[in-house]
Protein backbone atom coordinates (compact mmCIF):
# COMPACT_ATOMS: atom_id res chain seq x y z
CA UNK A 1 0.00 0.00 0.00
CA UNK A 2 1.37 3.48 -1.24
CA UNK A 3 1.98 5.74 1.96
CA UNK A 4 -0.54 7.88 3.02
CA UNK A 5 -1.17 11.43 4.11
CA UNK A 6 -4.17 11.37 5.69
CA UNK A 7 -7.94 9.09 6.11
CA UNK A 8 -10.99 10.15 5.04
CA UNK A 9 -13.99 9.49 7.36
CA UNK A 10 -16.80 7.84 5.62
CA UNK A 11 -19.38 8.87 7.80
CA UNK A 12 -18.64 12.55 7.14
CA UNK A 13 -15.84 12.76 4.47
CA UNK A 14 -13.78 14.95 6.36
CA UNK A 15 -10.00 14.21 5.90
CA UNK A 16 -7.58 13.85 9.19
CA UNK A 17 -4.13 12.71 9.85
CA UNK A 18 -3.45 9.35 8.96
CA UNK A 19 -2.56 7.92 12.62
CA UNK A 20 -6.12 8.88 13.82
CA UNK A 21 -7.77 5.92 15.03
CA UNK A 22 -11.43 7.37 15.04
CA UNK A 23 -13.21 10.55 13.75
CA UNK A 24 -13.28 12.54 16.19
CA UNK A 25 -16.59 14.05 14.80
CA UNK A 26 -18.54 10.79 14.68
CA UNK A 27 -16.06 8.49 16.62
CA UNK A 28 -16.19 6.49 13.27
CA UNK A 29 -13.56 3.57 12.75
CA UNK A 30 -11.18 5.06 10.59
CA UNK A 31 -9.75 2.49 7.70
CA UNK A 32 -6.78 3.34 5.27
CA UNK A 33 -7.47 3.46 1.89
CA UNK A 34 -5.40 3.84 -1.06
CA UNK A 35 -7.58 6.40 -2.27
CA UNK A 36 -6.83 9.28 -0.37
CA UNK A 37 -2.91 9.56 -0.90
CA UNK A 38 -2.19 12.96 -2.89
CA UNK A 39 -0.25 12.05 -5.81
CA UNK A 40 3.39 12.90 -5.19
CA UNK A 41 3.95 15.37 -8.23
CA UNK A 42 1.17 17.86 -6.05
CA UNK A 43 3.26 20.66 -6.20
CA UNK A 44 2.74 24.57 -4.96
CA UNK A 45 6.11 26.76 -6.61
CA UNK A 46 8.20 28.59 -4.37
CA UNK A 47 5.70 28.53 -1.14
CA UNK A 48 7.07 27.49 2.16
CA UNK A 49 5.09 26.40 5.18
CA UNK A 50 4.71 27.22 8.79
CA UNK A 51 7.59 25.21 9.79
CA UNK A 52 9.57 25.92 6.82
CA UNK A 53 8.33 22.81 4.56
CA UNK A 54 8.89 23.33 1.45
CA UNK A 55 5.94 22.81 -0.46
CA UNK A 56 7.64 22.70 -3.97
CA UNK A 57 8.16 18.81 -3.06
CA UNK A 58 5.28 16.35 -2.16
CA UNK A 59 2.76 18.49 -0.10
CA UNK A 60 3.29 18.15 3.81
CA UNK A 61 1.29 15.75 5.56
CA UNK A 62 -1.23 18.12 6.88
CA UNK A 63 -2.81 19.69 3.70
CA UNK A 64 -5.42 18.38 2.29
CA UNK A 65 -5.13 17.74 -1.67
CA UNK A 66 -8.66 18.80 -2.10
CA UNK A 67 -8.51 21.85 -0.35
CA UNK A 68 -7.40 25.03 -1.63
CA UNK A 69 -3.60 25.45 -2.10
CA UNK A 70 -1.55 27.94 -0.09
CA UNK A 71 0.60 30.68 -1.58
CA UNK A 72 3.28 32.79 -0.81
CA UNK A 73 0.97 35.53 0.53
CA UNK A 74 -1.54 32.73 2.30
CA UNK A 75 0.76 30.27 3.34
CA UNK A 76 -1.84 28.72 5.94
CA UNK A 77 -4.35 27.93 3.46
CA UNK A 78 -5.10 24.20 3.38
CA UNK A 79 -3.32 23.48 6.53
CA UNK A 80 -4.56 21.56 10.14
CA UNK A 81 -3.50 23.74 12.59
CA UNK A 82 -2.74 21.53 15.64
CA UNK A 83 -4.82 18.92 14.48
CA UNK A 84 -8.05 20.97 15.22
CA UNK A 85 -8.08 23.95 12.78
CA UNK A 86 -8.68 23.55 8.41
CA UNK A 87 -7.93 26.62 7.16
CA UNK A 88 -9.80 27.20 3.85
CA UNK A 89 -9.29 30.62 2.80
CA UNK A 90 -8.29 34.41 3.45
CA UNK A 91 -10.90 36.87 5.02
CA UNK A 92 -9.10 39.62 4.87
CA UNK A 93 -5.29 41.52 5.45
CA UNK A 94 -3.36 43.79 6.22
CA UNK A 95 0.54 44.94 6.66
CA UNK A 96 0.16 43.66 10.55
CA UNK A 97 -1.78 40.52 9.80
CA UNK A 98 -3.88 38.42 7.91
CA UNK A 99 -7.25 36.60 8.85
CA UNK A 100 -7.96 33.13 7.80
CA UNK A 101 -11.41 31.57 7.37
CA UNK A 102 -11.35 27.97 9.20
CA UNK A 103 -12.67 25.52 10.37
CA UNK A 104 -12.74 23.32 13.86
CA UNK A 105 -12.90 19.92 12.20
CA UNK A 106 -13.94 18.55 15.05
CA UNK A 107 -16.87 20.60 16.27
CA UNK A 108 -17.97 21.55 12.56
CA UNK A 109 -17.92 25.05 13.67
CA UNK A 110 -16.57 27.93 11.17
CA UNK A 111 -13.92 30.48 12.73
CA UNK A 112 -11.48 32.99 11.75
CA UNK A 113 -7.95 32.60 13.31
CA UNK A 114 -5.68 35.67 12.57
CA UNK A 115 -1.84 35.89 12.32
CA UNK A 116 1.07 38.13 12.36
CA UNK A 117 2.86 38.82 9.23
CA UNK A 118 6.30 39.09 8.76
CA UNK A 119 8.48 40.86 11.14
CA UNK A 120 5.17 41.74 13.42
CA UNK A 121 5.11 38.18 13.92
CA UNK A 122 8.55 38.73 16.00
CA UNK A 123 7.49 41.85 17.17
CA UNK A 124 7.16 42.08 20.91
CA UNK A 125 4.74 44.58 21.26
CA UNK A 126 2.82 43.04 18.25
CA UNK A 127 2.74 39.65 20.17
CA UNK A 128 1.90 41.75 23.40
CA UNK A 129 -1.32 42.87 21.91
CA UNK A 130 -2.58 39.40 20.45
CA UNK A 131 -2.44 38.29 24.50
CA UNK A 132 -4.47 41.33 25.03
CA UNK A 133 -7.09 40.68 22.67
CA UNK A 134 -7.10 37.52 23.83
CA UNK A 135 -7.36 38.26 27.26
CA UNK A 136 -10.08 40.61 26.99
CA UNK A 137 -12.19 39.01 24.46
CA UNK A 138 -11.99 35.57 26.04
CA UNK A 139 -12.79 37.45 29.57
CA UNK A 140 -16.17 38.31 29.31
CA UNK A 141 -18.01 36.44 26.76
CA UNK A 142 -20.53 39.42 26.04
CA UNK A 143 -22.96 39.58 22.69
CA UNK A 144 -21.43 42.58 22.05
CA UNK A 145 -17.89 41.70 22.15
CA UNK A 146 -15.92 39.54 19.61
CA UNK A 147 -15.39 36.28 20.98
CA UNK A 148 -11.71 34.95 21.10
CA UNK A 149 -11.94 30.98 21.82
CA UNK A 150 -7.81 30.05 21.20
CA UNK A 151 -4.76 31.34 21.07
CA UNK A 152 -1.99 29.51 19.65
CA UNK A 153 1.62 29.17 18.14
CA UNK A 154 2.81 27.98 14.89
CA UNK A 155 5.68 26.01 14.68
CA UNK A 156 7.66 29.04 13.61
CA UNK A 157 6.63 30.71 16.91
CA UNK A 158 4.09 33.19 15.02
CA UNK A 159 1.08 33.63 17.60
CA UNK A 160 -2.47 33.10 16.12
CA UNK A 161 -5.88 33.86 17.58
CA UNK A 162 -9.36 31.58 16.89
CA UNK A 163 -11.84 34.17 17.16
CA UNK A 164 -15.31 34.44 16.34
CA UNK A 165 -16.25 34.51 12.34
CA UNK A 166 -18.74 36.82 11.58
CA UNK A 167 -21.00 37.69 8.95
CA UNK A 168 -21.33 41.61 8.69
CA UNK A 169 -19.21 44.63 7.85
CA UNK A 170 -17.78 47.18 9.69
CA UNK A 171 -19.05 51.04 9.83
CA UNK A 172 -16.31 51.95 7.65
CA UNK A 173 -17.83 49.54 4.62
CA UNK A 174 -21.53 50.44 5.63
CA UNK A 175 -20.33 54.47 5.41
CA UNK A 176 -18.95 53.36 1.96
CA UNK A 177 -22.21 52.20 0.68
CA UNK A 178 -24.67 54.67 2.69
CA UNK A 179 -23.42 57.82 3.89
CA UNK A 180 -24.49 59.40 6.59
CA UNK A 181 -26.22 56.13 8.30
CA UNK A 182 -29.67 55.90 9.13
CA UNK A 183 -30.57 57.57 12.45
CA UNK A 184 -31.83 54.62 13.89
CA UNK A 185 -29.10 52.19 13.03
CA UNK A 186 -26.91 54.88 14.79
CA UNK A 187 -28.48 54.76 17.87
CA UNK A 188 -28.42 50.93 18.05
CA UNK A 189 -25.11 51.33 17.19
CA UNK A 190 -24.12 53.47 19.96
CA UNK A 191 -26.18 51.63 23.03
CA UNK A 192 -24.69 48.32 21.52
CA UNK A 193 -20.99 49.48 21.62
CA UNK A 194 -21.89 51.19 25.58
CA UNK A 195 -23.23 48.09 26.72
CA UNK A 196 -20.22 46.58 25.95
CA UNK A 197 -18.06 49.38 27.41
CA UNK A 198 -20.45 49.35 30.55
CA UNK A 199 -18.95 45.54 31.38
CA UNK A 200 -14.96 46.61 30.21
CA UNK A 201 -14.87 49.87 32.12
CA UNK A 202 -16.68 47.72 35.28
CA UNK A 203 -13.39 45.92 35.05
CA UNK A 204 -10.74 48.57 35.07
CA UNK A 205 -9.92 48.26 30.90
CA UNK A 206 -10.15 50.90 28.31
CA UNK A 207 -9.99 49.72 24.67
CA UNK A 208 -8.19 52.96 23.33
CA UNK A 209 -9.16 52.47 19.53
CA UNK A 210 -12.84 52.80 18.87
CA UNK A 211 -12.92 53.70 15.36
CA UNK A 212 -15.39 52.41 12.42
CA UNK A 213 -12.96 49.24 11.25
CA UNK A 214 -13.13 47.71 14.91
CA UNK A 215 -17.15 47.91 15.36
CA UNK A 216 -18.67 45.27 12.85
CA UNK A 217 -22.40 45.53 12.13
CA UNK A 218 -23.78 41.75 11.97
CA UNK A 219 -27.19 41.65 10.11
CA UNK A 220 -30.11 44.18 10.64
CA UNK A 221 -31.47 44.35 6.90
CA UNK A 222 -34.24 41.89 7.77
CA UNK A 223 -33.69 41.27 11.44
CA UNK A 224 -31.89 42.15 14.07
CA UNK A 225 -28.49 43.96 14.63
CA UNK A 226 -26.04 43.06 16.38
CA UNK A 227 -22.97 44.87 17.02
CA UNK A 228 -19.28 43.56 17.90
CA UNK A 229 -16.87 45.51 19.06
CA UNK A 230 -12.99 44.41 18.05
CA UNK A 231 -9.48 44.55 18.73
CA UNK A 232 -8.75 45.44 22.05
CA UNK A 233 -5.30 44.81 21.09
CA UNK A 234 -4.19 48.23 22.83
CA UNK A 235 -6.53 48.24 25.85
CA UNK A 236 -5.07 49.40 28.29
CA UNK A 237 -6.02 48.88 32.69
CA UNK A 238 -6.76 52.09 34.13
CA UNK A 239 -8.04 52.21 38.37
CA UNK A 240 -11.42 51.52 39.22
CA UNK A 241 -10.29 49.77 42.45
CA UNK A 242 -11.08 46.57 40.81
CA UNK A 243 -8.69 43.37 40.52
CA UNK A 244 -5.15 44.08 39.02
CA UNK A 245 -5.23 44.04 35.49
CA UNK A 246 -3.31 40.64 33.48
CA UNK A 247 -3.31 42.96 30.55
CA UNK A 248 0.40 43.63 28.84
CA UNK A 249 1.64 47.05 28.50
CA UNK A 250 1.77 48.00 24.70
CA UNK A 251 3.27 51.65 24.87
CA UNK A 252 6.73 50.33 23.86
CA UNK A 253 9.67 49.95 26.50
CA UNK A 254 9.55 50.20 30.20
CA UNK A 255 9.20 53.83 31.38
CA UNK A 256 7.81 55.40 27.76
CA UNK A 257 4.10 55.86 27.49
CA UNK A 258 3.52 56.70 23.53
CA UNK A 259 0.23 57.67 22.39
CA UNK A 260 -1.72 54.60 21.31
CA UNK A 261 -4.43 54.64 18.77
CA UNK A 262 -6.26 56.42 16.20
CA UNK A 263 -5.82 60.30 15.95
CA UNK A 264 -8.94 61.54 14.46
CA UNK A 265 -11.25 59.17 16.94
CA UNK A 266 -9.04 60.15 19.69
CA UNK A 267 -9.65 62.15 23.03
CA UNK A 268 -7.67 65.19 23.29
CA UNK A 269 -6.09 63.70 26.76
CA UNK A 270 -5.83 60.35 24.98
CA UNK A 271 -3.81 62.49 21.95
CA UNK A 272 -1.69 64.62 24.54
CA UNK A 273 -0.42 61.24 26.56
CA UNK A 274 -1.83 61.90 29.81
CA UNK A 275 -1.32 58.97 31.59
CA UNK A 276 -4.50 58.43 34.13
CA UNK A 277 -6.78 58.27 31.26
CA UNK A 278 -10.28 56.39 32.26
CA UNK A 279 -13.67 55.52 30.54
CA UNK A 280 -14.60 58.97 29.45
CA UNK A 281 -11.80 58.54 26.77
CA UNK A 282 -13.77 55.78 25.71
CA UNK A 283 -16.79 57.90 25.61
CA UNK A 284 -15.08 60.56 23.47
CA UNK A 285 -14.45 58.15 20.58
CA UNK A 286 -18.56 56.34 21.01
CA UNK A 287 -19.15 60.34 20.27
CA UNK A 288 -16.81 60.48 17.97
CA UNK A 289 -18.15 57.59 15.85
CA UNK A 290 -21.64 58.78 16.18
CA UNK A 291 -20.71 62.34 14.85
CA UNK A 292 -19.55 60.12 11.82
CA UNK A 293 -22.37 58.12 11.28
CA UNK A 294 -24.90 60.66 11.48
CA UNK A 295 -23.62 63.16 9.28
CA UNK A 296 -20.90 61.22 7.40
CA UNK A 297 -18.21 63.68 7.83
CA UNK A 298 -14.92 63.23 9.72
CA UNK A 299 -14.40 66.36 11.80
CA UNK A 300 -10.88 66.07 12.55
CA UNK A 301 -8.36 64.78 9.87
CA UNK A 302 -4.67 65.16 11.61
CA UNK A 303 -2.61 62.22 11.03
CA UNK A 304 -0.47 62.21 14.09
CA UNK A 305 -1.81 63.18 17.96
CA UNK A 306 0.11 66.65 18.26
CA UNK A 307 -1.62 67.81 14.79
CA UNK A 308 -5.02 66.68 16.19
CA UNK A 309 -4.71 68.74 19.17
CA UNK A 310 -3.48 72.02 16.82
CA UNK A 311 -6.66 71.08 14.56
CA UNK A 312 -9.45 71.21 17.65
CA UNK A 313 -7.88 74.42 18.83
CA UNK A 314 -8.55 75.96 15.31
CA UNK A 315 -11.28 74.30 14.04
CA UNK A 316 -15.05 74.77 15.62
CA UNK A 317 -16.73 70.95 15.66
CA UNK A 318 -20.18 71.92 13.60
CA UNK A 319 -23.61 70.33 15.26
CA UNK A 320 -24.60 67.65 13.77
CA UNK A 321 -28.31 68.79 13.54
CA UNK A 322 -26.74 71.94 11.61
CA UNK A 323 -25.56 69.63 9.03
CA UNK A 324 -28.40 67.00 9.31
CA UNK A 325 -31.75 68.69 10.83
CA UNK A 326 -33.65 65.36 11.40
CA UNK A 327 -31.37 64.65 14.21
CA UNK A 328 -33.13 64.60 17.39
CA UNK A 329 -32.02 67.52 19.42
CA UNK A 330 -31.32 65.27 21.84
CA UNK A 331 -28.80 63.13 20.07
CA UNK A 332 -27.57 66.40 18.74
CA UNK A 333 -26.93 67.21 22.31
CA UNK A 334 -25.59 63.99 23.66
CA UNK A 335 -23.19 63.61 20.64
CA UNK A 336 -21.54 67.23 21.56
CA UNK A 337 -21.39 66.47 25.14
CA UNK A 338 -19.69 63.34 24.59
CA UNK A 339 -17.27 65.10 22.50
CA UNK A 340 -16.58 68.38 24.95
CA UNK A 341 -12.64 68.70 24.83
CA UNK A 342 -12.61 68.78 28.69
CA UNK A 343 -12.77 65.64 30.03
CA UNK A 344 -14.96 66.52 33.53
CA UNK A 345 -18.25 67.90 31.10
CA UNK A 346 -18.52 64.64 29.09
CA UNK A 347 -20.73 61.90 30.53
CA UNK A 348 -18.87 60.36 33.79
CA UNK A 349 -19.28 56.73 32.77
CA UNK A 350 -20.79 54.98 29.84
CA UNK A 351 -24.08 53.78 31.75
CA UNK A 352 -24.90 57.31 31.82
CA UNK A 353 -24.27 58.22 28.27
CA UNK A 354 -25.94 55.07 27.35
CA UNK A 355 -29.36 56.22 29.59
CA UNK A 356 -28.74 59.86 27.34
CA UNK A 357 -28.55 57.28 23.93
CA UNK A 358 -31.67 55.61 25.00
CA UNK A 359 -33.69 58.56 25.66
CA UNK A 360 -32.51 60.22 22.20
CA UNK A 361 -34.03 56.62 20.86
CA UNK A 362 -37.28 57.30 22.28
CA UNK A 363 -37.41 60.78 20.77
CA UNK A 364 -36.52 59.58 17.37
CA UNK A 365 -38.87 56.85 17.55
CA UNK A 366 -42.05 59.27 18.97
CA UNK A 367 -40.29 62.01 16.27
CA UNK A 368 -40.06 64.91 18.83
CA UNK A 369 -39.10 68.07 17.30
CA UNK A 370 -36.71 70.34 17.90
CA UNK A 371 -37.09 73.60 20.59
CA UNK A 372 -37.68 76.70 18.59
CA UNK A 373 -35.96 78.74 17.49
CA UNK A 374 -35.38 81.56 19.86
CA UNK A 375 -37.38 80.19 23.05
CA UNK A 376 -37.32 82.42 25.65
CA UNK A 377 -35.07 79.60 27.41
CA UNK A 378 -32.95 76.61 26.53
CA UNK A 379 -35.36 73.71 26.02
CA UNK A 380 -32.43 71.80 27.33
CA UNK A 381 -30.38 73.83 29.64
CA UNK A 382 -27.48 71.53 28.96
CA UNK A 383 -27.97 72.50 24.82
CA UNK A 384 -25.79 75.55 24.93
CA UNK A 385 -23.22 74.75 27.97
CA UNK A 386 -22.42 71.56 26.18
CA UNK A 387 -21.42 73.73 23.04
CA UNK A 388 -19.76 76.57 24.70
CA UNK A 389 -17.62 73.56 26.53
CA UNK A 390 -16.69 72.29 23.20
CA UNK A 391 -16.00 75.64 21.65
CA UNK A 392 -13.94 77.54 24.85
CA UNK A 393 -12.53 74.26 26.56
CA UNK A 394 -8.62 75.32 26.61
CA UNK A 395 -6.41 72.51 25.96
CA UNK A 396 -2.64 71.98 27.43
CA UNK A 397 0.02 72.82 24.72
CA UNK A 398 0.72 70.01 22.30
CA UNK A 399 3.61 67.59 22.99
CA UNK A 400 6.53 67.47 21.38
CA UNK A 401 6.48 65.29 18.59
Given amino acids: MPPQHF ?31 PPSSTRVPGVRGESGWPVDGPLPPDIDPDQPRPTKEAPLVGRLLHDRYRILGVIAKGGMGM ?36 AV ?13 DLGVLDDGTPYLVMERLEGETITERLGRERPMPIPVALDVAVQVLSALIVTHAEGILHRDLKPDNI ?38 AGSHAVAGTPA ?32 QLPFKAPTPGALLAEMQRVKLIRPRMLRPEVPHSLDVVTMRALALDRDERYPNAGSMLDAVEQAQIEAVLGA ?17 V ?12 MEE
Fill in 7 to 37: IRCQACGLPHPSDTERCPVHGTALVLTSSVA
Fill in 99 to 134: VYDAIHIGLRRRVAIKTLRGQYAQSKTAIARFHNEA
Fill in 137 to 149: AGRFGHPNIVEVY
Fill in 216 to 253: CLVGGDRGPLTVKVLDFGVAEAFNTGSQPSTLIPTSGA
Fill in 265 to 296: FMAPEQAQGVRDLDARADLYSVGMLLYVMLTG
Fill in 369 to 385: GAPPEQPAEPADPDSEK
Fill in 387 to 398: EYFVRKSVLPPP
